[in-house]
């Protein structure tokens, strides 16, 4: 049975640094062909992809927020990392990390964390 | 990136209705596309993938068709669980996108 959990702070200051941890079981970033992917949802909005880390420790990333996140993971926790900088109030969403569907060609987020939200706030 | 434009925004319909909504792509993105439902306060859970492929354990009420850039979600007959929202988005390639979301509300 695969889950996911988010974790970290409910609440940042602009200009700060976010990092949110996604620990996860039932599958294991060492086999090939997994991911792990961060999403995120401002409140009554709808749903943004902002990175993905595989087993093999490529990793993609939103183009816009590029210069602003990284993804990192911890295999022996079977924990992955998401590190954003500069938080600004537009910032302020629920974090879901999830499972990537392993395969080649089209994939899809088919286990979810019950995300965690992050309030950018002075 | 790839947009990814949902129709309706919202509707309204009753127990027991035919509901379909579809999804357009801005470019061409195969049978690359997935359905989720989200409720409120929960995450997002997936229906379909690969266009027309349902997930294991979703009720077969749900199906989805389309490939290219123009897709679709059909709920045979609404049952009152149905009721929330529902995204599409697209894995032919980074980043991926999702719609905006088509709310779906009791008539």
């Known amino acids: 049975q695969i889950t996911l959990k988010e974790s970290g702070p409910k609440l940042v200051k602009p200009t700060q640094t976010l990092t949110l941890t996604c620990t996860f079981s039932g599958f294991s970033l060492r086999t090939s062909g997994v991911g792990v992917d961060w999403i995120r949802q401002p409140p009554g909005k709808a749903l943004e992809w902002l990175a993905l880390?595989?087993?093999?420790?490529?990793?993609y990333y939103k183009p816009s927020l590029k210069n602003r996140l990284t993804i990192t993971k911890d295999t022996s926790k079977n924990q992955v990392f998401l590190i954003m900088t500069n938080m600004d109030p537009v910032d302020t969403a629920t974090y879901y990390c999830a499972h990537r569907r392993p395969g080649l060609g089209s994939t899809s987020f088919d286990y979810w964390g019950q995300g965690t939200l992050v309030s950018v706030s002075s | 990136d790839i947009q990814m434009t949902q129709s309706p925004s919202s509707l309204s319909a009753s127990v027991g209705d035919r509901v379909t909504i579809t999804c357009r792509a801005s470019?061409?993105?195969?049978?690359?596309l997935n359905w989720y439902q989200q409720k409120p306060g929960k995450a997002p859970n997936l229906l379909i993938y690969a266009a027309s492929s349902l997930q294991s354990g979703v009720p077969s009420r749900f199906s989805g068709g389309g490939s290219g850039t123009d897709f679709s979600l059909t709920i045979s007959s609404l049952q009152p669980e149905d009721f929330a929202t529902y995204y599409c988005?697209?894995?032919?390639?980074?980043?991926?996108?999702f719609g905006q979301g088509t709310k779906v509300e009791i008539k």
């Open positions: 988005q697209q894995s032919y390639g980074a980043p991926w996108t």
């Open positions: 470019q061409y993105i195969s049978n690359s």
């Open positions: 880390i595989y087993w093999d420790d490529n990793k």
